[in-house]
């Protein structure tokens, strides 16, 4: 698996505070771009690819009782691209192990040119790949009390949570796997809705799948895009507590 990442992000331009506009509220990252809707694509595992292990790591408890639906999502989202997922639960204090891609939970907003970010893929790591995904920033742009607790949430509520941290998880994964995919629509998309976070399904560009399906063959990465290159060094890097 390559070691080339692309630092990718997607970030909150605003949240309406009100019940009746909250689905048009937008996550925009630097690139703008707005996404159309698309059929999902469907790809058949890769019979002889290796199976890609996840870590969910959540140092601070923020996506308990959300944990088997985000990673549900996830798993869902890249098994439609070909990927055979496998997840375990990690301990922030575990060292990193070659082979794996942790998805690290951070109880903490952060910011890019005054915008909130959903989850980031670092350019480069020293051992292992992952990616955050900030969880306050994500319950804003649902609508929910950034700093509550899943645990308190109704049941509706709780399970739009988890489908929102999966797809960030989601899109942050592709770019960890395949850096040279730029955003696009669907769930690669620099702008994303509320709606897209939290509706029945969410689709993606069939260019996304293979991509995805060359990174678990081990082909060579493509060139990582120019305007796949975000700024986000205005925001401190997360720490791990």
């Known amino acids: ?50 199976v890609l292990r996840l870590v969910w ?18 798993r869902s989202l890249l098994r439609k691209m070909g990927a055979t997922v496998s997840w375990r639960r990690g301990d ?7 082979g794996e891609v942790r998805v690290i939970l951070l109880d903490r907003a952060a910011a890019s040119f005054g915008k909130a970010v959903l989850g980031a893929t670092p350019p480069r790591f020293e051992v292992a790949p992952f990616v955050w995904v900030h969880v306050p920033s994500v319950r804003a742009v649902i609508g929910l009390d950034p700093r509550g607790s899943v645990l308190t949430l109704s049941l509706p509520a709780s ?5 929102a941290l999966g797809r960030v998880a989601a899109h942050e994964l592709v770019h960890a796997l395949a850096p040279s995919v730029p955003h696009g629509t669907g769930l690669m998309s620099a702008t994303l809705t509320t709606r ?16 995805v399906r060359a990174a678990l063959r081990g082909d060579p990465p493509g060139s990582r895009p120019d305007t796949g290159v975000l700024a986000v060094g205005t925001a401190p890097e997360p720490v791990l507590r």
């Open 1 to 50: 698996m390559s070691t080339r990442f692309a630092v990718a992000v997607v970030t909150l331009a605003s949240i309406v505070a009100a019940a009746a506009t909250a689905d048009e509220s937008y996550l925009l990252d630097i690139e703008g771009v707005v996404g159309a809707r698309l059929r999902p694509p469907s790809f058949a595992p890769l019979a002889a690819s290796p």
């Open 57 to 74: 790591v959540d140092p601070a408890g923020v996506g308990v009782g959300a944990e088997a639906v985000a990673r549900n999502e996830a």
């Open 92 to 98: 922030a204090s575990e060292m990193a192990r070659p």
């Open 159 to 163: 399970r739009a949570l988890a489908i």
């Open 196 to 211: 897209q976070l939290t509706a029945p399904s969410i689709p993606f560009e069939t260019e996304v799948g293979l991509a």
